[in-house]
């Protein structure tokens, strides 16, 4: 009988995880595997609890920091790769446990689940990854990809191969064309926005090396969570005193509100000091009662649960002009409603950004807008309306078609895997 590959695809996101391997029913297909309640996406998310050590992940991990258990919640962990605080140290239940091993520590459970569902162990993978970990410093970016690496060996991957994510997505969506055709993938993940420029065909799907078939790859260090950052930081934290004044007449500092609107920083903003700074600012603004919303929001230890909060209206806006965001852990049976024209305006800059880099991806590969036949969006957040409008602008004769959002990358990974492995 002859043995199941034992190659993968790994999708390791700021937001969300995938794994996708070879269908043992239909060889040369592939599948992503269920990862958490019949679901084949991991939310990007660990939980640790104070009380017996025991660790929970994704969906169970935000349940259980919801639910009020004791603990540290941890997320958009890829963040950290490329970073100095990668080489780092955090506190976990009282001891000093180093960022990389928590990475690993995910990572392991990934690869641990994925090999559950499929019944068989996996050795080799392909990764994917940004086409930039860190912009503009490619000493950096190398760093990042060696750490990924070096961590995906420590779990048990003997052999280990990287794709750029939105490449991999590209030979997703290969899958299913019928013809020639010049393809944008618009890749907006949690942290970072990925785009490459490709030739796909039938054809050209089953050749191995597919270098001359990728006219231009590119990105930007800007994704979902930046677009939930600046939403916060526009609507959300002045009603904590972002924007107020001190009693002297200065500007109040901005530090704890850019920290609880970061998902990785938000810890620092409950250390000793943090909420000493707090109490010491209440007592000085010329607006103390906003204040004490932030002093109740760190003492309850509810930044993470806001930032849920931010996310949740950023998707609801996607599809809806205004929506009302949830305010109880600070004031019971409190909302605040947020609009869809406040969040394009709070992140218009962001925007411009990511449409920039994409018309400079056209000029690099010396490609009219007019050639590109197709437009394949993927990503959590490539959604928002006016990510859409602009990249729509850019391409307006091409056809916009839309992956599967959470699944694309890791498809195509898998894919990428059976063509380099076997």
């Not at 970990?133 to 070096?150: I, P, Y």
């Not at 420590?154 to 393809?183: H, N």
């Not at 916060?232 to 924007?243: D, E, F, I, N, Y």
Request: proline fraction near 3%.
């Amino acid at each position: 009988m002859k043995s199941l590959p034992d190659a993968c695809g790994i999708d390791f996101g700021t937001s969300n995880s995938t794994a996708a391997c070879d269908r043992a029913d239909a060889p040369g297909q592939v599948q992503l595997l269920a990862l958490e309640d019949g679901k084949p996406t991991l939310p990007s998310v660990v939980f640790f609890h104070a009380e017996d050590a025991h660790i929970s992940y994704g969906r169970a991990a935000l349940a259980d920091y919801l639910a009020g258990d004791e603990g540290r919640l941890m997320r958009s962990l890829k963040s950290l790769l490329g970073t100095s605080l990668i080489d780092e140290h955090t506190e976990v239940a009282g001891r000093a446990v180093p960022f990389r091993t928590l990475l690993a520590q995910f990572i392991a459970e990934l690869k641990r689940r994925a090999e559950q569902t499929a019944g068989r162990s996996f050795t080799r993978a392909v990764l994917g990854r940004p086409v930039f970990f860190v912009d503009g410093d490619a000493a950096a970016d190398r760093r990042a990809q060696e750490t990924l690496a070096g961590i995906a060996h420590a779990v048990g991957f003997k052999e280990v191969a990287f794709q750029y994510e939105p490449i991999a997505a590209a030979f997703d969506y290969e899958s299913q064309v019928t013809r020639e055709e010049l393809v944008l993938v618009v890749d907006i993940g949690g942290g970072t926005s990925d785009f490459a420029l490709v030739q796909l065909s039938p054809e050209r799907a089953g050749r191995a090396d597919r270098r001359d078939d990728i006219l231009a790859s590119g990105g930007v260090h800007i994704g979902g969570t930046d677009f939930d950052k600046y939403l916060s930081l526009a609507s959300v934290m002045p009603t904590l005193g972002l924007g107020s004044l001190l009693n002297s007449g200065l500007l109040m500092p901005s530090a704890p509100y850019f920290n609880l609107a970061t998902w990785h920083t938000i810890n620092f903003a409950y250390t000793r000091k943090a909420t000493a700074q707090i109490a010491e600012l209440r007592r000085e603004a010329a607006e103390p009662d906003k204040l004490g919303r932030l002093q109740a929001l760190v003492v309850r230890r509810a930044g993470h649960w806001l930032a849920m909060q931010v996310e949740r209206a950023k998707i609801a806006l996607s599809g809806a002009g205004e929506t009302r965001m949830d305010l109880g852990r600070i004031t019971a049976g409190e909302t605040l409603l947020l609009q869809r024209a406040a969040f394009d305006q709070a992140i218009c800059t962001l925007v411009d950004d990511i449409a920039a880099s994409v018309g400079g991806l056209l000029r690099d590969a010396g490609v009219m807008a007019s050639a590109v036949d197709t437009v394949f969006f993927t990503g959590g957040s490539s959604s928002v309306p006016l990510l859409r409008a602009r990249i729509a602008a850019l391409l307006p004769q091409a056809r916009r078609v839309e992956g599967d959002l959470f699944g694309s990358i890791g498809t195509g990974l898998a894919l990428d895997a059976q063509r380099r492995f076997g």
